[in-house]
C-alpha cells in the first residue's frame, strides 16, 4: 500500500509539469514555399527564316507568387519575356538547337529542356489557274459595230484542258485548281474577286495562271479587258485596266504566268509598235506608280516586268487580235488564233509525246519554246488562207526564257 500512495503524487506532478512545458511553447510554424511546374508542351519544329513563337505555362501552388522566366540554353537570336513567357526567334540555319527554359518564384525554379528542328522551307510547287472567257456580252451587238465574241467560251475550255494535261517534276504534280469564269459570270468584281480566292493560300514557291480570252481595248496609252457587263458608253471604271490587273495580280505570293487573248494586249507588257524599241516617255506617264513598280522601265527596251511575270500576248497595243468560226455549223468549233496555237503547242490534241514546241525534247515546253512555236504558227496560218488584213504579233516577257510553262 506505501508503495502505491507514493507513486500517485509523484505522477500527478509529472502530468501538471507536462502541461505547463508544452502549453508553453505552442507557437505557428512558418509557411512552406512550393516549386512552381511548366505546364506547357514545346514546340519542337520550325522552318528557316520563319518566325517561332512559344508561350510557355506555368504554375506555381503558392498564391501570390511572382513567376520570373529565362532561357539557361538558347540559340543566337532567341529570346524569352521574363513576365509573360512568350519566346520568340526567327532561326537563320538548318539544324537542331538545343533550348533550356526556366521559371523561379524568387527561391525555387523548374526548369524544361527540348530541342528545336529547324528544317528547310517547303519546295513543293502548287499550281493553280483562273481561265476567263466573255464572248456573249451583255450590250453586243450594237449599232456601233461591236459584236459578241464566239470562241473565248470554247478557247477557255481548250486551256483548261491543256492545263490538265500537265504533269510537273519527278512527282508528276497536278494542277491544285484549275477555275473558270464564261460570259455572264465574267463582271469585273467576279473576275477581280476570283483571282483572289483562286490564288489564295498561295506561297513564295507557287505559280499561278491567269488566262483571259475576250475583248480588249487601247484608251489613253493604256490597254483594258474588257468584263461582260462592258460597252461602247461603259464608264472606264468597268473595264479591268493593265493597274487594276497588276494590282490583282501582284497581291499573290510567288511566280504569275499571264496569257492575253485579246486585242491590244501587248499594253500588258509594253508591246508597241513594229518599229519601236520602246514606249515613248509620253505614254508611260499613263501606267501608275503601282504598275512601274512591277514593270519595270528600261531606256533601252521600253517596258518590262519583273521576274516574277511570265506573259504571252496575243499582239501588240496597237494590233487586233483574231478569231474565226465555221462558215458552216458545227465544221468545228470558233476558235482564237492565239489560243489554239498557244494549246496546240503545249500538247492539245496531242496523243503522244514530244509536244509540238518541245524542241529540245526535255519532257517541257517553255515560254519561250511556246512563244516560237506559237509566232510561227500564227503566221503561217495568214499566209496560208492569204489574210492579207491580219497583222497579229505574238509578244513574249521576258524574253528568251526557259521558264516551263508545261510538263508531261
Same mark, same amino acid.
Given at each position: 500500500m506505501y508503495i502505491h500512495k507514493s507513486l500517485k503524487p509523484a505522477i500527478l506532478a509529472l502530468f501538471i509539469i507536462t502541461i505547463v512545458i508544452f502549453s508553453g511553447c505552442a507557437v505557428t510554424a512558418p509557411p512552406i514555399n512550393h516549386a512552381p511546374a511548366i505546364i506547357s508542351a514545346e514546340i519542337t519544329t520550325t522552318f528557316v527564316e520563319t518566325a517561332y513563337t512559344y508561350d510557355v505555362d506555368a504554375i506555381d501552388p503558392d498564391t501570390g507568387d511572382i513567376l520570373i522566366y529565362s532561357l539557361s540554353v538558347n540559340p543566337a537570336g532567341m529570346d524569352i519575356d521574363s513576365s509573360t513567357g512568350v519566346i520568340n526567334w526567327t532561326p537563320t540555319a538548318v539544324g537542331n538547337f538545343e533550348v533550356m527554359v526556366e521559371v523561379s518564384d524568387g527561391e525555387l525554379s523548374a526548369t524544361q529542356d527540348f530541342m528545336i528542328?529547324?528544317?528547310?522551307?517547303?519546295?513543293?510547287?502548287?499550281?493553280?489557274?483562273?481561265?476567263? /472567257?466573255v464572248g456573249d456580252y451583255q450590250h453586243y451587238p450594237d449599232a456601233w459595230g461591236n459584236t459578241d465574241l464566239p470562241a473565248p467560251s470554247y478557247d477557255v475550255d481548250r486551256m483548261r484542258q491543256t492545263l490538265g494535261y500537265s504533269k510537273f517534276g519527278l512527282s508528276n504534280t497536278e494542277f491544285f485548281n484549275i477555275s473558270y469564269l464564261k460570259d455572264g459570270q465574267a463582271t469585273k468584281l467576279n473576275i477581280l474577286q476570283r483571282i483572289a480566292?483562286?490564288?489564295?493560300?498561295? %506561297?513564295? !514557291?507557287?505559280?499561278?495562271y491567269f488566262y483571259f480570252s475576250g475583248h480588249g481595248m487601247w484608251y489613253e496609252n493604256t490597254s483594258y479587258l474588257c468584263p461582260v457587263e462592258t460597252s461602247h458608253f461603259s464608264l472606264m471604271e468597268a473595264y479591268i485596266s493593265v493597274n487594276e490587273l497588276e494590282a490583282a495580280l501582284s497581291a499573290i505570293p510567288g511566280t504569275k504566268v499571264v496569257f492575253l487573248d485579246s486585242c491590244y494586249s501587248g499594253g500588258f507588257i509594253g508591246k508597241g509598235e513594229k518599229e519601236e524599241n520602246r514606249i515613248l516617255e509620253d505614254k508611260l506617264t499613263y501606267f501608275n506608280e503601282d504598275v512601274i513598280n512591277i514593270f519595270s522601265l528600261s531606256e533601252s527596251r521600253g517596258l518590262l516586268t519583273t521576274n516574277r511575270y511570265k506573259v504571252l500576248t496575243a499582239c501588240r497595243y496597237s494590233q487586233f487580235s483574231w478569231e474565226f468560226e465555221?462558215?458552216?455549223? /458545227? %465544221?468545228?468549233d470558233p476558235f482564237g488564233l492565239f489560243t489554239v496555237a498557244l494549246c496546240e503547242s503545249c500538247g492539245y490534241d496531242s496523243f503522244s509525246s514530244p509536244?509540238?514546241? %518541245?524542241? !529540245?525534247? %526535255? !519532257?517541257?515546253v517553255s515560254l519561250h519554246e511556246a512563244y516560237m512555236y506559237i509566232k510561227s504558227e500564227v503566221e503561217e496560218f495568214v499566209l496560208f488562207y492569204n489574210y492579207s488584213q491580219i497583222t497579229q504579233e505574238v509578244q513574249v516577257h521576258p524574253s528568251d526564257s526557259d521558264f516551263t510553262i508545261v510538263e508531261y
Open positions: 528542328t529547324v528544317s528547310p522551307l517547303s519546295t513543293k510547287v502548287v499550281y493553280r489557274a483562273l481561265c476567263v /472567257g480566292s483562286t490564288f489564295s493560300g498561295a %506561297d513564295s !514557291n507557287d505559280i499561278s465555221p462558215e458552216i455549223p /458545227g %465544221d468545228f509536244f509540238p514546241a %518541245d524542241d !529540245n525534247l %526535255d !519532257n517541257k
